[in-house]
């Protein structure tokens, strides 16, 4: 056989062969960063390592126990919160159920304490409209903070302190001033 009569055989391999190879390319390429980088990512730890599976997220902790190396997936803590939110869920339900049985103690205390808000839509039964001078009864409400006004005596007592300061003031003064004039 001459090289001529194989020719058209390797051409028939090579026209194969190269559409396969333009097709792979892309594909070694997307795995390339993958083995650059590595699927697992190991930190040392105490007794073995700690290895983070990049692509699941799932964290292990690898130890040497006699018998070759074994990894055992810990116990993800999003399991743990999600039980003590259901259950903070279940005793908030709890509770306000008692608040709004009527014949609960707990209810009348808690009515004291934390008076219904008014409803802040305008034309329900129930609501405030504005005040003469332009301000919410919410905003009244708010600032009700009342502060009692001073008797007449309590005026004297804080007018006759605010004197005698003010005569200490004037003849601890005067005395500075004497004692800097005597001395020079």
Known sequence: ??????????????????????????????????????RYTLMPMSGGFVRLDTQTGVVSHCADRGNGWACYALPEEHVALDKEIGRLQAENEKLKAQLAAPDSALSGKAQKAFPKAESSRPGEPGTAGPKADGRKS??????????????????????????????????????????QSGGI
């Open 1 to 38: 056989m001459s090289a001529v009569t194989q020719l058209p055989g390797l051409l028939r391999i090579f026209a194969i062969a190269a559409p396969l190879v333009c097709l792979a390319a892309p594909a070694l390429a997307q795995t390339a960063p993958d083995m650059e980088k590595g």
């Open 138 to 179: 919410a905003d009244a409400n708010r600032n009700s903070i009342e502060i009692p006004l001073p008797s007449d005596r309590d005026m004297d007592r804080v007018m006759s302190f605010v004197e005698r300061a003010w005569r200490r003031l004037v003849e601890m003064a005067a005395r500075v001033q004497r004692e």
